[in-house]
């Protein structure tokens, strides 16, 4: 399975013809080097998460060449980046940048149209371009992983100083996260909100270099680029996120002081029909900052399959596995058998530490038959460890484990946005489980709760090499995106297949955002080269053609 060949051929660009492409693909050659520019013409690799492929998701809902890159380009500064953007409008061939190409569960590294030249940045552009240590920031190339960041502060030197904020999995690119606006764990754990100035490649057929916020200054902005997000006049850092208005090719982004002390903590809770009332528990201490970070209440189910066993282990029924086996199996673990586990940190010396833990207690406690796991108690090996070094910053690969719970584990993940209320939670669940039922497929949430927020997390795991289990998967998550708009919740993020879908559920005052977008697209990108599609912006020459899935 790591090799695929392509039965379809090179996937060439729609619109334009195979010899016009192979053309324009040797001038691109002569302008970077034939090396740093790769044909996919035969086969392409999966890999596995480190090494994982750019030319398409490894972890695809669809088949593998649907949505696959025609070629792979390795731009090693900001003016060859500008070449390949001029080289892009001259040719009229679709281009998708990517950081690292990490981003499983939403796509992977895969373009959203069939044989975009995707543009590889981290390759060759990987160098940490500064760390402010007055300041507690950094300034980093889209190369830069969670890793390689918290690498450079301990070889500085600065591991106790200063910390990182790190997703689930800490191979990802600071920056392609960032822009994707994807969320970690500790209280800079809203990755985007705690950014600090952009440069940006523009994708007009100039290709327009800019600075954001304080960058833009004429002189010495590098002064505070990264200590205020934003300078003066219109703030525009936010049309660069989720979008394709721009290359990103620098970005600044705040570090976390040591606080002086951490302490992980972790419930249980035995009932699924404690969830509501806990949200209630957790939404005033959260926003009083009492519960700091961006924290996990998870379900029992996911707890058991982040042990990384396949499902077969417990259960080879047909349909989601039955309550009572997962608690028969939980009842062996650390855990006990429970419905929810929430995971928290508190920070700061232990003295302030255990005000705040002996009001969390007391609160989580009014909850019947909620427990405090003594994290003395747990080996070394238990998944509260890994929930442990992510809420303090160190990047970890645990969390990938639960992705073996299918054969061929693939997922894509459901993510809608609410407020942190019980009745909130409850609807999402209750709609989550029916159409997990529905579907046959194992329901596995995780509520991520911001300040004011949560996003709801809900992993689809399902055998890349079942067509059928991939298309009860996409129905799944499809429904769920319409069951949710009609309650009035909106996806945070979504996969690239899912991008029209959710897109099209934010159409208050008869799609006013969306037809603000396509008029910033229009302006912005003439030509209509850059990411066609993605987050369901399509350029004036695809627009309305039948590339909306
Ligand atoms: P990329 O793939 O490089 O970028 C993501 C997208 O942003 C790209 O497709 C592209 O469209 C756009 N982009 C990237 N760079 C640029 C640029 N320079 N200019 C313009 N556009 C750009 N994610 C979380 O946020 N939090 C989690 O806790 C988390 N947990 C995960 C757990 C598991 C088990 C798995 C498999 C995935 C998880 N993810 C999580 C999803 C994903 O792995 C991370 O978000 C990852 O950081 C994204 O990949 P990347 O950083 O390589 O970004």
Same mark, same amino acid.
């Given at each position: 399975?790591?090799? +695929?060949? /392509? ?5 060439? #660009? ?13 001038? !691109? ?19 596995? @998460? ?23 380009? @390795? ?21 998708? #940048? ?20 995707? +543009? ?18 950094? !300034? ?6 969670? @890793? ?36 970690? @764990? ?16 523009? #994708? ?29 006049? #219109? ?45 209630? +528990? ?18 029992? &189910? ?128 209750? !709609? ?10 194992? &329901? ?15 992993? +689809? ?62 302006? /912005? ?25």
């Amino acid at each position: 399975s790591d090799t +695929i060949h /392509l039965t379809r051929g090179l996937p060439v #660009p729609q619109g334009i013809s195979k010899p016009a492409f192979l053309a324009a693909i040797d001038d !691109l050659k002569s302008a970077l080097g034939a090396e740093h520019v790769q044909l996919n013409d035969t086969e392409i690799k999966n890999g596995w @998460y480190m090494e994982h492929p750019n030319t398409h998701d490894m972890m695809p809902l669809f088949d593998f060449e649907e949505f696959v890159a025609s070629a792979v380009v @390795y731009p090693s500064c900001v003016a060859e980046v500008q070449m390949i953007v001029r080289w892009a409008n001259k040719h009229l061939i679709p281009i998708f #940048p990517i950081s690292m190409g990490r981003n499983l569960g939403y796509g992977g590294a895969a373009p959203r149209v069939r044989g975009s030249v995707t +543009i590889d940045l981290g390759k060759r552009m990987a160098k940490i371009l500064s760390i402010n240590e007055d300041d507690f920031t950094c !300034l980093v190339e889209p190369g830069v992983s969670f @890793y390689a960041l918290h690498e450079e502060l301990q070889r500085r030197g600065l591991g106790d100083k200063m910390w990182i904020d790190t997703p689930d999995l800490g191979g990802g690119s600071v920056v392609g996260n960032t822009v994707d606006r994807g969320v970690g @764990y500790t209280p800079y754990g809203d990755h985007w909100a705690c950014h600090s100035g952009l440069e940006v490649v523009l #994708p007009g057929p100039d290709a327009q270099v800019l600075r954001t916020g304080m960058g833009a200054l004429g002189v010495g902005g590098e002064n505070t680029w990264q200590c205020f997000p934003y300078g003066f006049g #219109p703030y525009s850092d936010g049309i660069f996120s989720q979008s394709n208005f721009g290359i990103v090719t620098k970005m600044g982004m705040t570090l976390m002081p040591n606080p002086g002390g951490f302490e992980s903590f972790m419930y249980t809770f035995p009932n699924e029909s404690d969830l509501a009332p806990l949200m209630e +528990i957790i939404r005033p201490l959260r926003i009083s900052n009492i519960l700091e970070n961006v924290a996990q209440l998870r379900h029992g &189910l996911q707890t058991l399959s982040v042990k990384g066993h396949p499902r077969t282990k417990y259960y080879s029924g047909f349909g989601p596995m039955p309550d009572a086996i997962v608690r028969t199996e939980l009842e062996k673990t650390a855990t006990g058998a429970c419905a929810w586990v929430y995971y928290g940190m508190s920070y700061g010396p232990a003295p302030i530490r255990k005000l705040k833990l002996d009001l969390i207690d007391s609160a989580f406690k009014q909850i019947r038959g909620a427990k405090k796991i003594d994290p003395a108690t747990l080996p070394a090996d238990e998944y509260f460890w890994s929930r442990d070094r992510i809420a303090s910053g160190t990047p970890d690969l645990e969390e990938l484990k639960w992705v073996n719970w299918m054969p061929n584990g693939a997922h894509a993940a459901f993510s809608p946005v609410s407020p942190i209320r019980g009745a909130d939670a409850t609807k999402l669940y209750e !709609l989550a489980k029916k159409r997990h039922m529905e579907a046959g497929i194992d &329901l596995m949430p995780a509520f991520c709760v911001g300040l004011r927020e949560m996003h709801l997390i809900v992993e +689809i795991v399902y055998d890349a090499a079942d067509a059928g289990m991939r298309r009860r998967a996409e129905k799944c998550l499809r429904d769920m995106i319409d069951d949710a708009a009609a309650l009035g919740y909106g996806e945070y993020r979504t996969h690239i297949a899912l991008m029209d879908q959710v897109a099209g559920t934010y159409s208050w005052n008869d799609h006013a955002l969306m037809k603000f977008n396509n008029q910033l697209k229009d302006s /912005l990108d003439p030509n209509g080269i850059l990411a066609p599609g993605r987050c369901g912006i399509w350029p004036q020459r695809y627009r309305n053609r039948g590339w909306e899935l």
